[in-house]
């Protein structure tokens, strides 16, 4: 069966219910996943409910009802169909959505999952968008979520851009005139809320020497060195999207030219992005990657049901509840980063390592690994252990990478999934950003075998 195949079976199983649940994840993928495939059921008129789980085990499979209803599981599902078994769950009953690797069971569950079919740069939501696409070609506005939900699971990064499937559905919202691709543009985060050199100092992909974590040096390269105005007449900062096109050239040439000069690389200078003309200038909602990052802050903080209406259009009292969020994440995110610097990492031969306990809360502490990546020994992965504030027994860890690492062979799926199973746990996720979750009992020892994992992937 082809991956065509599997979506088509997928929307007929679909448009064949009476009622469905979405079951889903609360980050930036699970929360447009779930926004895709809620408006793309209820607008063919089906009865449809939802619930997001922050993981899907043993303890949160009490939140699938036991009702006649389809259930969806979306950026989920995938490896953990045994579950699904124990619960009793039929294969009529059930439909899998997801991007994850694919666990063996003998229960068939229908499933659309590109990873068999070496989509390994296309998210849920993607693959949603799909299944709604074809339940609908109406659903081609729904092309937007996907791209927020593909950029936010970092799909896009490795290439500097969206390929494959993922550069398909871009297309698609091309074509319906709410989203704008701009090529070549500069690799960095903030384009649309950031001032200029904010924006130039959080760049770390790649990293530059004097501007990357250095708002000063990159004041100085905009105003002094390109002549180029910080702030428009009103007295507002400018932001990078505020930009003239000559005035891009000339900061991106520049920023080259010192890449040059370190004998760095400059192939990841320039990176495609996506912008939603539809949106309001300067907000979050403005381009992909921002839009994520909000969406991730209302799953981080316990509110994905916000997040997924401000996808489904609310610009008011949810709107305004993920702006608070965003404020409240970023302000914990840059406090978490202040600590992990302050109080230093653990070095070992092929990774570092912190253990936050219960200082930050497990849902952000992925994120702010990704933060500190940067500014802590280059060439080495971090991980951050941490424990549950609901679950005293257990322990959560996070790992993040970069591209160029995971280029020279890096796997953190593959790292996280062994190491956590041969101590009775269990993780997952992918090659550049991957979690697990192990007993108190294990975590002795585990950033050693983490390490030594990782020693054997080395070339």
């Known amino acids: 069966m082809g991956f065509k195949k599997e979506i088509s079976e997928a929307a007929e199983k679909i448009k064949d219910a009476n009622s469905a649940t979405i079951i889903s994840h609360i980050d930036a993928d699970g929360i447009t996943s779930e926004a895709i495939m809620r408006q793309a059921v209820s607008r063919y008129a089906i009865e449809v409910k939802s619930v997001f789980v922050r993981q899907l085990e043993p303890m ?3 939140y699938v009802p036991e009702d006649d209803s389809l259930k969806i599981f979306i950026d989920l599902g995938a490896g953990q169909q045994n579950l699904l ?3 009793g769950l039929c294969e009529d009953e059930v439909l899998i959505i997801d991007h994850h690797v694919s666990q063996d069971v003998e229960t068939q569950y229908t499933q659309v999952n590109g990873i068999k079919y070496g989509y390994d740069k296309l998210s849920a939501a993607g693959t949603g968008y799909f299944v ?10 729904l092309a937007k979520l996907a791209i927020v939900g593909n950029v936010g699971d970092m799909m896009a990064r490795e290439n500097c851009g969206l390929i494959g499937p993922a550069r398909e559905i871009a297309d698609d919202g091309v074509t319906h005139g709410n989203v704008e691709i701009i090529k070549d543009d500069l690799n960095c985060y903030g384009l649309s809320t950031r001032p200029l050199h904010f924006c130039l100092s959080f760049s770390d992909d790649p990293y530059i020497r004097g501007i990357t974590n250095n708002p000063q040096g990159a004041q100085k390269l905009i105003e002094s060195d390109s002549g180029i105005k910080l702030k428009k007449s009103n007295g507002k900062w400018r932001v990078w999207e505020d930009l003239s096109s000559e005035e891009k050239r000339s900061i991106i040439g520049r920023l ?11 192939d990841r200078l320039k990176a495609e992005h996506y912008i939603f003309p539809d949106e309001r200038k300067y907000t979050p909602l403005r381009n992909a990657s921002e839009y994520a990052t909000m969406l991730n802050a209302c799953g981080r903080w316990v509110k994905p049901k916000t997040g997924s209406l401000v996808c489904c259009g609310d610009r008011g009292e949810a709107y305004r509840e993920a702006e608070d969020m965003l404020r409240h994440h970023r302000s914990v995110i840059r406090e978490m980063m202040e600590y992990i610097l302050d109080t230093g990492v653990t070095e070992l031969s092929h990774l570092q390592y912190l253990h936050t306990g219960d200082r930050f809360p497990d849902t952000i502490v992925g994120i702010g690994a990704g933060m500190a990546l940067s500014k802590l020994k280059q060439g080495l992965p971090i991980m951050i252990l941490c424990y549950l504030p609901d679950d005293p027994e257990l322990v959560k860890i996070s790992m993040r990478a970069n591209e160029r690492m995971v280029a020279a062979g890096i796997d953190l799926q593959a790292a996280l999934l062994k190491a956590s199973e041969e101590v009775g746990g269990g993780g997952g996720g992918h090659k550049i950003a991957a979690g697990a979750y192990i007993s108190r009992s294990a975590e002795e020892g585990f950033a050693e075998s983490v390490n030594r994992i990782l020693k054997e992937q080395s070339p």
């Open 60 to 62: 949160t499979m009490k």
């Open 132 to 141: 709604a696409k074809e339940i609908d070609d109406y659903n081609t506005d």
């Open 256 to 266: 080259a030219l010192r890449l040059h000069s370190e004998g760095e690389q400059t």
């Open 85 to 87: 078994e124990e619960r």
